[in-house]
């Protein structure tokens, strides 16, 4: 009963950080737009920097479902 708790908070947890990833993100595209409006990088700059931050995006939001994964793992397993 207990361990299940703790699953559903490490689960509630591990979607806040994901909301917290995409946050960043939303923030870094929105500098690129900023600099792309300013003229400090052209189009293509912009592009790749989006296609960037979207890999690391990917990545980190990867790396924490596969800490949840493993975190699910041990509480049951106990």
């Known amino acids: 009963e207990t361990r299940k708790e703790f699953i559903k908070k490490a689960r509630s947890e591990a979607e806040n950080t994901k909301i917290s990833i995409r946050n960043v993100r939303r ?7 900023e600099f792309l ?3 400090e990088i052209s189009e293509d700059e912009e592009r790749q920097g989006e296609e960037e931050i979207q890999k690391l995006t990917d990545s980190f939001v990867s790396k924490v479902d596969e ?6 793992k041990d509480l049951l397993d106990f």
């Open 37 to 39: 409006k300013e003229k």
């Open 67 to 72: 800490a949840l994964s493993i975190k699910e």
């Open 27 to 33: 923030e870094g595209n929105s500098q690129l737009k």
